[in-house]
Antibody
């Protein structure tokens, strides 16, 4: 059974960074692509970027390009999203998602709440 | 960048009624148009991919249609578990990126 399990909630101060993990199981991680999506409270879903796990190739939304890093660890089947220079606008739930037979977002992690507060 | 605009923002209906949700793109898009359902405190769930194809396990009461700039998600007869927020999504191939609409909330009248 395909599953994405994300790391727990974080509280960060403005100007710092956060790193969220997404552990995959039930599918061939090295053959997948992992997406990252941000959702502020009551707001729409925003695509942040993705990684082609096998090659490590990444692509980012222009809005986040300067601040986001997406990496992966093949040994542990885990993808990571690091967001720097946090502001209160980054208080949100961050989701990872993986493609499958139908779309690039067939499977989703449970979400990780990041709160940015001084 | 293609912008997806969903309407209405909120749809107030009773169980058993038909729901028609609209997603309009700022320019003509390819066949990659998907719909997701999101319930409070949960991750989104894929309902429809490539405009009109249901994902595994999605009931037949959900259907997608449209082309060009105008797309529709129809729920033929609302069940209690269908009250949620629905998002449309498009993939652009150049530059490679994904865009979501702002969502339509289907609430119990």
């Amino acid at each position: 059974q395909m599953q994405l399990v994300q790391s727990g909630p974080e509280v960060k101060k403005p100007g710092t960074s956060v790193k969220v993990s997404c552990k995959a199981s039930g599918f061939t991680f090295s053959s997948s692509e992992i997406q990252w999506v941000r959702q502020a409270r009551g707001q729409r879903l925003e695509w942040m970027g993705w990684i082609v796990v096998g090659s490590g190739t990444t692509n980012f939304a222009q809005k986040f390009q300067e601040r986001v890093t997406i990496t992966r660890d093949l040994a542990t089947s885990t993808a990571y999203m690091e967001l720097s220079s946090l502001t209160s606008e980054d208080t949100a739930v961050f989701y990872c998602a993986a493609g499958g037979s139908y779309s690039d977002f067939d499977y989703w992690g449970q979400g990780t709440l990041v709160t940015v507060s001084s | 960048e293609i912008v997806l605009t969903q309407s209405p923002a909120t749809l107030s209906l009773s169980p058993g009624e038909r729901a028609t949700l609209s997603c309009r793109a700022s320019q003509s898009v390819s066949a990659y148009l998907a719909w997701f359902q999101q319930k409070p405190g949960q991750a989104p769930r894929l309902l429809i991919y490539d405009v009109s194809n249901r994902a595994t396990g999605i009931p037949a009461r959900f259907s997608g249609s449209g082309s060009g700039t105008d797309f529709t998600l129809t729920i033929s007869s609302l069940e209690p578990e269908d009250f949620a927020v629905y998002y449309c999504q498009h993939r652009s191939t150049w530059p490679l990126s994904w865009t979501f609409g702002q969502g339509t909330k289907v609430e119990i009248k």
